[in-house]
């Protein structure tokens, strides 16, 4: 069991069914409310992953044998258990994320949805066929496992993100290596508990800690087939050419930099309190937050009005803390990297409405920083192209929708966007026209359903079949055509 509080523990690697110390250099976890040490974490090198990827490939060759209406009954127990420890696990994921308890819930509830989604394998995973394609010939297409999966995930939805990969490959029969974020290495510790304690036999799920030369090792194993990535994108760029030229499969979902558009017609009150979420819920550590707001016209007044006035009063405070609207940042260097942002865009002469650094605390009191509102920024400026990652909203004023579709499409990212107004046809024209996977219309945070694909483009997505919904089960199966003749 993992305490969900501060005792200092030290992580171990999950090979082959077993809880493994690892005897290598250990690096500090910290609690971001607190600024204080909770856990030490050991780094996985390549021989760590050359053990886990041929444990991972034993229990494969047995795991895909199993017939996929048994295997998905680890699944509705592992579903159960999460049912059960939900609450557990979010108070890990809250204290060691500094995400709030709320919103930590939230996240952990949207994985158990991607387990729900998985349970149905084995109607999702049928092949067709087709009677007679030639004279007395039959021909069908079957789906099979790939073999062994990796995943490699960010810090800012540690229970989530891999459940985003880990339920669909395991339902498919394949086995499965997690490496997730080593500043969050908790959360997926206690969900790997759970999934033994469902039954899942010793091998097919594996979790290793570690930082790049762990990546790099399973981007290279010659056992591992498949790799699916979520991070930044200078990293899922480089993951997706590696594992590529590797031969292996790849989905590898990037960074963002996601534009709210305002018409001045929005419901103002409801369109502001969606912003705020979206801008400042888990600190604008999302990869679908906010963070370039785009008034349309006459929008710019009331909505900045109403917008100061709400970010004035957001409580920002520790994440457990049943007050706090806003938690601290995941480590004191992500924090001074946002902190460079806000520098940077007062420099370029944008005009700070609210300066988050008036909030800030020491570092040895956790990496607070209050939210920061940007008026008067230049799309060609630092903040209004680059991807923050913090409490910091960008406001970009543009005076019709054409030249906030334009705006928007001129962003190197595409992953999300949405538009506030009570018009039809403006809400019709931005979805169409605008260059992003996936499209709010007067919601904040558009993030699909486990049944829908998690799609971004351009340089938020690198790859073909995208997270979750059906491509899930395309990427993690290999499909063969059969033809049979019976003389
Ligand atoms: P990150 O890219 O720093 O790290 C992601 C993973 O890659 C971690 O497991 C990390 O250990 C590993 N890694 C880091 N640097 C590496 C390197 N040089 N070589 C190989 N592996 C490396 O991302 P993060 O800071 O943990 O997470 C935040 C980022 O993730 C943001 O850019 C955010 O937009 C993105 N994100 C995207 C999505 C999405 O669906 N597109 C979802 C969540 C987060």
Known sequence: MIAAETTVRTLKFFVNGEWVEAHRPLHPVMNPSTGQVIAQVPYATASDVDRAANAAHRAFLAWREVPVVERVQVLYRYKDLLEKHQDEVARILSTENGKTLEDARGSVRRGIQMVEFACGMPALMMGYSLENVARGIDSQTIRQPVGVCAGITPFNFPAMVPMWMFPFAIACGNSFILKPSEKVPLTPARTAELLAEAGLPAGVYNVLHGDKEAVDALLVHPLVRAISFVGSSPV?????????????????????????????????EKSVEAIMGSAFGAAGERCLAGSVLVPVGDAAEPLLALLLDKTSQLRVGPALDKSTEMGPLVTAAHRRRVISYIEKGVQEGAMPLCDGRERMTDENEGFYLGPTVFDHVRPDMTIAREEIFGPVLSVVRVKDLDQAIRLVNSSPFGNTTSI???????????????????????????????FFPFSGWKNSFFGDLHAHGRDAIEFYTEQKVVMSRWF
Request: proline share 2%; glycine share 10%.
């Open 420 to 450: 506030f107004t009570t018009n039809g046809k403006s809400a019709r024209e931005y979805a169409s026209r605008v260059e992003a996977g996936m499209v709010g219309i007067n919601v904040g945070v558009a993030a699909p359903m486990a």
């Open 236 to 268: 899922a760029r480089h993951v997706y050419e590696t594992a590529a030229v590797h031969g292996k499969r790849v989905q590898a979902l990037g960074g963002a930099k996601n534009h709210l558009v305002v018409m001045s017609d929005a419901d103002m």
